[in-house]
């Protein structure tokens, strides 16, 4: 196997575990947690999970984009997003949304309202994410 191959496996390998663990993550993980243990422990296990979550999926994202770049594969561009986007959740969206949710739980004026908000858009741009993903994969992207 010549480098450019290995290359692009390393790639492949990195997209599917990025879309594996988001589908994990988003399907089964969240949801069998909120039914398990109630929305305010499973709130507390979230706000634990959700940075190492974001980590390891830019991680991974970044490894796959540096991976497709070496073997001349045009997914790096999309798995570049990915892995940007992640960052972005990480250091940008979570520590707005964890203020917003401690906030609301403190029982701040409006904070139940601007929680909502940022708890949506970090759904949305999870969900925007695996649609790269997911479209990368198929080879739409």
């Not at 609301?104 to 004026?109: E, F, L, M, Q, T």
């Given at each position: 196997?010549?480098?450019?191959a290995l290359a ?6 990195a997209?599917?575990?990025?879309f594996?663990?988001m589908?994990?993550f ?12 109630g929305?305010q422990?499973?709130?507390v296990?979230?706000r ?7 980590r390891v999926?830019a991680?991974?994202s ?16 999309a ?9 972005a959740?990480?250091?940008?969206v979570?520590p707005?949304?964890?203020?917003a ?13 601007g ?9 949305a741009?999870n969900i ?9 994969m198929?080879g739409l992207?």
């Amino acid at each position: 196997m010549d480098a450019n191959a290995l290359a692009a496996s390393i790639g492949d390998l990195a997209m599917a575990l990025v879309f594996g663990g988001m589908a994990m993550f988003s399907f089964i993980v969240a949801p069998a947690a909120f039914k398990a243990i109630g929305t305010q422990q499973a709130g507390v296990l979230m706000r634990a999970l959700f940075p190492l979550y974001y980590r390891v999926m830019a991680i991974a994202s970044a490894i796959g984009a540096v991976a497709f770049a070496f073997a001349g594969r045009h997914e790096e561009w999309a798995l570049a997003g990915v892995a940007l986007g992640f960052v972005a959740l990480l250091y940008i969206v979570l520590p707005a949304v964890i203020a917003a949710q401690t906030a609301r739980d403190a029982g701040a004026s409006g904070a139940a309202a601007g929680f909502a908000k940022l708890h949506g858009l970090s759904i949305a741009l999870n969900i925007v994410l695996f649609l790269v993903v997911f479209a990368t994969m198929i080879g739409l992207l």
